[in-house]
């Protein structure tokens, strides 16, 4: 497969933000009657610099549920059936693809988001098959959408997506956004990115072997003598500057924005701003106040995660990984009669195929980052906060809209 990743130029970017305007007009229908559920929606572009697969298309954002509770130990997160007008349930695309593949994917995802709720409210779903019947839902979808793009064009094939949700009951409402997130939004967001970063070992990696690359090649250079270059080096050894950095550069990556600022002394005046504060900061940052961002929005300095694309993957994975420890003991009890031994043992091999599935989808999602880069050197961060606060232990789906404990769907 070819990658055709692109600078987004001015003119790219007024094109693709019309086009999508225009798509999600066209997707946008009437409600079907009082037992539908409309499914709200937003679109709007993001741009991730290449840190993350040139192959990435799009990413789906869930919005935290039951308010934003730093201290949590558990964040909820509420499913897209329960997106509101003013909550919709968020779908950024990256800009810097062909529109073309910008339509087909936003197009994708909406086919398939109607498609797997109106399976999950069928109720013919077996929890021993899901896995397989979510794939030969999403495959299908993906060939509906394939198939009418290139027999009648992105238009028609937007109007068969719609009109299929309509048949569904889950009439569609979508809206282009630009900035893709708001100020809060975004700062709301800070404790779940955290909480992805700690629980996974491959997202650590990628993102700390990036900013060691940064803050260790970091190059001074004048028309000074070596030894007074060499003291320069040594005051940012020794002020932990690169250290300071190192920790605005992670912020940057996990958070969306990283904060630094100096005092009128910058060697004895160093202060890490939080990014949960970012709504404040964005109505003025103070002179001597550097300020870094991960993907970038169209019409914002404010800046997305990095690692936004695997939150939903983190809480797959932490659903199957609870599987195979709830199932273990059945599986392994020989007074369990066969029957609901046999049953535990279908779980199981459906978590551990889930499981395998979503580790390689953290790879291709994470590309060259996670294998082309040199392992991170010990004390890149300050003592005691290589794990990065507040966070929640877990993740969950919450599908209820009140903030309780549910199932979280495939």
Not at 169 to 184: F, I, M, N
Not at 211 to 220: E, K, R, S
Request: proline letters at 6%; one cysteine or more; glycine letters at 6%.
């Amino acid at each position: 497969m070819t990658i055709d990743y692109r600078d987004a130029t001015p003119s790219h970017v007024d094109a693709s933000a019309s086009t999508l305007d225009e798509l999600a007009r066209v997707l946008s229908s009437q409600p079907a009657g009082p037992d539908s559920t409309t499914l709200y929606v937003r679109i709007g572009h993001v741009d991730h610099g290449g840190f993350l697969n040139l192959r990435l298309h799009n990413f789906s954002i869930l919005r935290p549920s039951g308010g934003h509770n730093e201290s949590a130990d558990v964040a909820e997160l509420s499913s897209p059936i329960h997106a509101t007008e003013e909550q919709p349930f968020i779908e950024a695309i990256v800009i810097n693809q062909p529109i073309e593949i910008q339509i087909e994917s936003a197009l994708k995802t909406l086919a398939t988001l109607v498609a797997r709720q109106d399976l999950i409210q069928s109720k013919h779903l077996q929890l021993s098959n899901v896995d397989q019947i979510t794939r030969e839902t999403d495959a299908s979808s993906y060939s509906d959408v394939a198939d009418s793009m290139r027999k009648h064009g992105w238009r028609q094939a937007a109007r068969d997506v719609s009109m299929a949700a309509v048949r569904a009951k889950l009439p569609l409402k979508v809206s282009y956004q630009a900035p893709l997130l708001t100020a809060d939004e975004v700062a709301e967001r800070c404790p779940i990115l955290r909480s992805v970063y700690n629980s996974s070992g491959k997202v650590r990696a990628a993102v700390d072997k990036t900013v060691a690359l940064t803050t260790q090649g970091m190059i001074i250079r004048g028309d000074s003598s070596t030894e007074v270059m060499r003291y320069f080096v040594d005051l940012i050894d020794l002020a932990s500057q690169r250290t300071y950095f190192a920790h605005l550069l992670r912020d940057a990556s996990v958070c969306g924005n990283g904060y630094l600022q100096f005092g009128k002394v910058p060697d004895c005046e160093v202060v890490l701003l939080r990014p949960d504060d970012t709504a404040a900061l964005s109505r003025g940052l103070g002179p001597r106040t550097v300020h870094l961002n991960g993907m970038q929005q169209i019409d914002s300095d404010i800046g997305i995660s990095e690692i936004e694309p695997l939150v939903l993957n983190t809480i797959q994975r932490d659903v199957f990984q609870d599987t195979l420890q709830r199932m273990g003991p059945f599986a392994s009890d020989k007074t369990i009669p066969a029957e609901h031994k046999a049953q535990a043992e279908a779980l199981i091999a459906q978590a551990t195929r889930a499981i395998d599935s979503i580790e390689k989808t953290f790879d291709e999602i994470l590309g060259p980052v996670t294998t082309n880069l040199l392992s991170p050197p010990s004390g890149l961060y300050f003592p005691d906060f290589e794990m990065m606060s507040p966070a929640p232990k877990r993740l969950r789906i919450s599908i209820n809209n009140e903030g309780t404990r549910s199932a979280t769907p495939t």
